[in-house]
């Protein structure tokens, strides 16, 4: 929550920033306060997600069938990342990937930064669900040596890296991550130009030789426990 509070704080830093050097007079602007993000509102948020619940699931469990990732478990900055990239067209650009161009569509329902800070402040406050049903099958053993190099990035225990721009791995379920990987691999994923965090990523799902080398990393992912949203967890 500090954490949540500071990022704030320095939005509207950079918001008033902004704000004031637009103005030629260099006056403080006595409208600023109107631009402040409030926290995000978890009930706000739920009202909002009812739409989204149609692909996510009521639980934001995710929906197999339809492409559709578990929004629960997952880094409040992440969502914050992702939803933006959605929002101005920078993880859909690839028209042959019909799962972003779907989320595309339905990220243009989104108004506004405060709307992004309501359903992130909802899908954080929701208990972690595991996917009981995996579909990946892979040698966790071998994975785990894969997942060396990842770890610079998505931390040791794939718990994230906000620094790095590495979501936790952990919160997602396996077959989503298949896909993601896949995506990234095939350019489907991260190609566009602007999409900074996603060319960090794209050269790595490249040393994933092949299909096989995709499912045993995800499987020795699967081993590993959720952290994020967990209160008795502090990064090292
Ligand atoms: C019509 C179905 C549909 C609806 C409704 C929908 N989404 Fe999605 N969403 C998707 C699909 C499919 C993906 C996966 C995109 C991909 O494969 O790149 C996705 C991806 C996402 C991601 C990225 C997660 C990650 O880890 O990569 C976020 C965040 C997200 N959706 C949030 C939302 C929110 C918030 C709403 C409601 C405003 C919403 N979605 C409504 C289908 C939908
Ligand atoms: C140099 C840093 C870096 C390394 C190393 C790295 N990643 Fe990533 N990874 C990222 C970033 C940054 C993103 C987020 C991209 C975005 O914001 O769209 C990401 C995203 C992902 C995603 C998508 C998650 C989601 O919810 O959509 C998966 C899956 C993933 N990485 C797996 C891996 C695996 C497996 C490895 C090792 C083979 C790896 N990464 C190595 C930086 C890295």
């Known amino acids: ?25 260099a006056q ?18 739920k009202m909002r997600y009812n739409l989204c619940a149609n692909c996510h699931g009521i639980d934001a469990e995710g929906i197999e069938s339809i492409g559709a990732p578990k929004l629960n478990g997952l880094n409040d900055w992440y969502l914050r990342h992702q939803l933006g990239a959605f929002m101005n067209n920078i993880r859909a650009s690839n028209t042959d990937n ?10 243009t329902t989104i108004p506004d930064e405060q709307a992004v800070e309501d359903l992130v402040a909802y899908l954080t406050s929701l ?8 579909t990946v099958e892979g040698d966790a053993e071998v994975g785990a040596a894969l997942y060396q190099p990842c770890a610079l990035c998505h931390g040791q225990q794939a718990e994230g890296d906000q620094n ?28 566009n130009p602007k999409d900074q965090a996603g060319a960090r990523m794209m ?15 995800v499987a020795y992912i699967a081993t590993l426990t959720p952290k994020v949203n967990d209160p008795a967890y502090q990064p090292e």
Do not use: H
């Open 127 to 134: 208990p972690n669900t595991t996917d009981t049903d995996n």
């Open 98 to 107: 019909r799962g972003a161009q779907m989320m595309r569509v339905m990220a």
């Open 164 to 191: 790095m721009g590495g979501p936790s791995l952990t919160g997602q379920d396996p077959w989503y991550l298949k896909l993601q990987l896949e995506n990234f691999k095939s350019g489907l994923r991260g190609a």
């Open 1 to 25: 929550m500090v954490k949540t509070y500071l990022l704030i704080a320095g939005l509207v830093c950079g918001l008033g920033a902004q704000a004031a050097s637009s103005q030629e007079t």
């Open 203 to 217: 050269p790595m799902a490249r040393v994933l030789v092949d299909e096989q080398a995709i499912d045993d990393v």
């Open 28 to 45: 403080a602007s006595p409208q600023i306060e109107d631009n402040l993000l409030r926290p995000g509102d978890p009930f706000a948020g």
